[in-house]
């Protein structure tokens, strides 16, 4: 196997190959323009590398204060908007995607100043929060396969899938493109935004207010070829070998996410045997793939503290296929309540069970909860194709899985409705719930 992290990790955790910029802030000025006040404090790297934003912050921001030598300040996001405070000084250094500000002197330490968004929320940290060893793992070439799939998917919802047969230089290709647009300048990643669903998003995701410590490329897949997306970067010579690299990920993985949606169905013992596996290969299948990255951020790394990279969630669509580079920061809830780590594996595929194949199995399968923690350590680059049914396909209990007098526990709908209802909901509500008799 290829091993193809080190590089492309490096290279996003490697110095900023752009200027670093200190700025000091008045009420004349806003974050992330650059100025001229005074500037003091120790300098933070806590972006990837990139270019000085040059786009215009606006809004509330929260702010966290640590002072040096255990006293602690907190001042709240919501009280403090930034055109009205008197002066904040900071030191700003390449630190285009964060809502992140660190001062840090001998007496304080200034945190967090969010441009334009809500309060990031700060994830307590956990007793237990030890590795989760026994995520199911499912060798694809094993006889028996199907039944451990079934399994995976009724006690957890969630597992992880080697002998996968996606070649690991399609991954890595692929990989090297998503660093290569990430290290571009704000400005360059911009024009391809806001993500409204599709495009660039920047700590925002979704409509409704939720918000992140992740950057993105979010990209509608459906059987129109890529030059139909609206990214204007794909058109920069700069970025030419980023759609072949992406059409080739996307069809190796459909491949790999029908060979599983296969097997469940064999698993489960249902005919015909592309009765799962159909929904997504369809020519009006509505799929997404989403490239996210996380920046890595030292001063994070200090506190010893997570702060929510992709809040806890669960994906609409029927499985997700997601795979990550060799970072940590995935976790998923059990069925007790748990947040259990994922081990991060570069080599191998995570397969998550989406809400639409719940209710395909009356609730057999449950849709599994997870969310990304942000500890800065180092930065994580996550793909994750959402394959999603036709639009106007009905998602109820299949018939071959229903007992005697069973009865569905949902309401009928189409993928049409359910997609629109769940861009309506925030991203940690339960969307089924609206759907449940
Ligand atoms: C807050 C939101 C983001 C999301 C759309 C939504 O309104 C609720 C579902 C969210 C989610 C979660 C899984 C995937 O990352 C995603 C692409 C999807 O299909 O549903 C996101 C949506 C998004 O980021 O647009
Ligand atoms: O980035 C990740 O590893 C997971 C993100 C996720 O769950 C999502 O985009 O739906
Ligand atoms: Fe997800």
Not at 252 to 257: E, F, R
Not at 291 to 314: A, I
Not at 419 to 436: I, M, P, T
């Amino acid at each position: 196997m290829v091993r193809n992290g080190s590089r492309n990790e490096a290279a996003l955790e490697g110095a900023s190959a752009y200027p670093s910029t200190r700025i000091g802030r008045s009420n004349s000025q806003r974050a992330g323009s650059s100025g001229t006040g005074t500037n003091h404090g120790e300098r933070i790297d806590c972006s990837s590398p990139g270019s000085l934003r040059a786009g215009s912050y606006h809004h509330g921001f929260s702010i966290r204060c640590l002072c040096s030598l255990s006293a602690i300040f907190s001042m709240e996001m919501a009280a403090w908007k930034l055109h009205s405070t008197p002066c904040l000084d900071v030191t700003y250094h390449t630190m285009q995607h964060h809502p992140l500000f660190f001062l840090c002197s001998l007496t304080a330490m200034v945190v967090l100043a969010s441009p334009a968004l809500d309060e990031i929320p700060l994830v307590r940290p956990q007793k237990h929060g030890a590795f989760f060893s026994a995520i199911p793992v499912v060798d694809l070439s094993m006889p028996f396969s199907a039944e451990a799939l079934v399994k995976a998917c009724e006690d957890v919802g969630f597992f992880k899938v080697i002998n996968h047969n996606v070649p690991m230089d399609v991954v890595q290709r692929l990989e090297a493109e998503a660093v290569k647009f990430f290290e571009m300048p704000q400005v360059f990643k911009e024009a391809s935004g806001p993500a409204d669903p599709f495009g660039y998003g920047n700590k925002r995701i979704g409509p409704n207010g939720d918000v992140g410590l992740v950057e993105y490329l979010l990209f509608g897949i459906t059987s129109k070829p890529l030059s139909y997306t609206s990214m204007s970067f794909l058109e920069e010579p700069s970025a030419c070998l980023f759609g072949p690299a992406l059409s080739e990920y996307l069809l190796a993985v459909k491949k790999l996410a029908s060979d599983v949606l296969e097997l469940i169905a064999e698993g489960l013992k249902i005919e015909p045997g592309d009765v799962l596996n159909r929904l997504v290969t369809d020519e009006q299948s509505d799929g997404l793939f989403r490239l996210n990255h996380y920046p890595r951020c030292p001063l994070l790394e200090r506190l010893n503290r997570s702060w929510t990279g992709f809040g806890e969630h669960t994906d609409p669509q029927i499985i997700s296929v997601l795979r990550s580079n060799n970072t940590t920061g995935l976790q998923i809830s059990l069925k007790n309540g748990s947040w259990v780590s994922v081990p991060p594996d570069q080599e191998s595929f995570f397969i998550v069970v989406g809400d639409c194949l719940q209710v395909l199995t009356n609730g057999r399968f449950k849709s599994v909860r997870h969310r990304v923690l942000a500890n800065g350590s180092k930065s994580r680059v996550s793909m994750i194709y959402f394959f999603g049914p036709p639009p106007a396909e009905k998602i109820a209990p299949l018939s071959q899985l229903m007992g005697e007098g069973e009865q569905s526990k949902y309401k009928e709908f189409t993928w049409g409705e359910y997609k629109k209802a769940a861009y309506k909901s925030r991203l940690g509500d339960n969307r089924l719930g609206q759907f449940e008799k």
